[in-house]
């Protein structure tokens, strides 16, 4: 279970690196929010790390999500 502080700091970095999507593209979002999870998980605690993961899952998303 994650902290209150980590948790929204984990929110945070997902509407940056989301801001130019549409709410709609839940999909997309999901895939983004599922991978900086698991790099919190796996100890990327930092905005910038966890932004730099964020940005990498969207460039990867699936193409059905977009």
């Known amino acids: 279970m994650l902290d209150a502080t980590t948790t929204g700091l984990l929110r945070a970095v997902l509407e940056q690196v989301c801001?130019?999507?549409?709410?709609?593209?839940?999909?997309?979002?999901?895939?983004?929010?599922?991978?900086?999870?698991?790099?919190a998980k796996t100890g990327e605690i930092t905005a910038d790390r966890l932004r730099q993961?964020?940005?990498e899952a969207l460039r990867s998303a699936p193409t059905m999500w977009r």
């Open 19 to 39: 801001e130019s999507l549409p709410r709609s593209e839940t999909g997309t979002r999901a895939h983004v929010a599922s991978k900086i999870l698991d790099g």
């Open 53 to 55: 993961v964020g940005m």
